[in-house]
């Protein structure tokens, strides 16, 4: 490789990361970790969108390829950094004292960081959960606007915008991460346990339970992330797909599996926790794995293909 090659080579890979940079700042600015106050118009992502379609129609030379490769790029830094966003606000609000008198504003401002979270996990260009999500800002904007004792006196209206959160959560898992099955049926018997005909600051432990696993289930999604170019959720090596559990259990707050105990007023938790599609067989007491004569790989089996050995 000539001089010249090595200098064009080194121009190209600089001019890739700066756009990389530049669109992951922009995703990442404070706009969109600020908490909107009600009666605040804006939408986040509809700002943001415009100005990294520009950088990346900037980023000439690239190719399409290049240009899928950048895009699903940004895409999984925005959905880790909404979910871990998320998760963090779930945690902050577990250690306030006054939790149940706060359930309603809680659960509001929740639901405003789990729409913006699951904007985040949407696939580019997938136009109708777009939609979908859109709707849910609508929804969530109506409730910031009302009056603190009308969201109090009404909690049908919050029932209703955590039933299209939950549904839309479960959409995203099954289409994107269909692997993730047994926690969408987990979300949904969350969601199930928060009434409409309650108030809501009697169900502080209902709401508390869906958010947590509603944080835990795109938490996971997001350590999952897309490879829109070859398609399909990119598998960590010598784990589950898409598993990579870096959470400190001896941390307070957010745990992998906080809901061991059942919580009083909540549906009784017959999903099993472990998301192993193959549960473990009971060991042998002999401490021997035992022989399988049909398999041909097994040495006692017929047709080994290793020969005959000595327990033939």
Known sequence: MTKR??????????????????ATLLLSAPSWAQQPMPGQQERPGQQQRPEIERGFE?????????????????????????????GEYVNDFQRDNAFAQHTDIYATRGLRHMSHTLGALIRPGDEQLMRTQQQLHERVSQLEDMPREQRRNQPQMLQQAFNEAAGL?????????????????????????????????????????????????????????????GGGPIEQPGMEPGL????????????????????????????????????????????????????????????DPMGPGPMD
Do not use: C
């Open 5 to 22: 090659d090595s200098k064009i080579n080194w121009w190209k890979k600089s001019r890739l990361i700066g756009v990389a940079t530049g």
């Open 58 to 86: 900037r980023a000439e030379g690239m190719g399409e390829q290049g240009m899928r490769e950048l895009r699903d790029e940004v895409h999984n830094l925005r959905m880790n950094y909404a979910t871990r966003a998320f």
């Open 169 to 229: 959560l479960v959409n995203i898992q099954r289409q994107y991460y269909p692997q993730f099955d047994q926690q969408a049926q987990q979300i949904i018997q969350s969601v199930q346990g928060i009434q409409a005909d309650q108030p809501l600051t009697a169900q502080a432990q209902q709401v508390n339970t869906f958010f947590v696993r509603a944080s835990l289930a795109m938490e996971r999604m997001a350590q999952s992330p897309m490879d829109f170019v």
């Open 244 to 303: 990579q559990d870096d959470l400190d259990p001896t941390e307070p707050g957010l745990q992998r599996d906080p809901l061991d105990d059942p919580m009083p007023g909540t549906m009784p938790d017959t999903m099993p926790d472990t998301m192993d599609d193959d549960p473990l067989q009971p060991e042998d007491p002999t401490g021997d794995e035992p022989m399988d004569p049909a398999d041909p790989m097994d040495p006692m089996g017929p047709g």
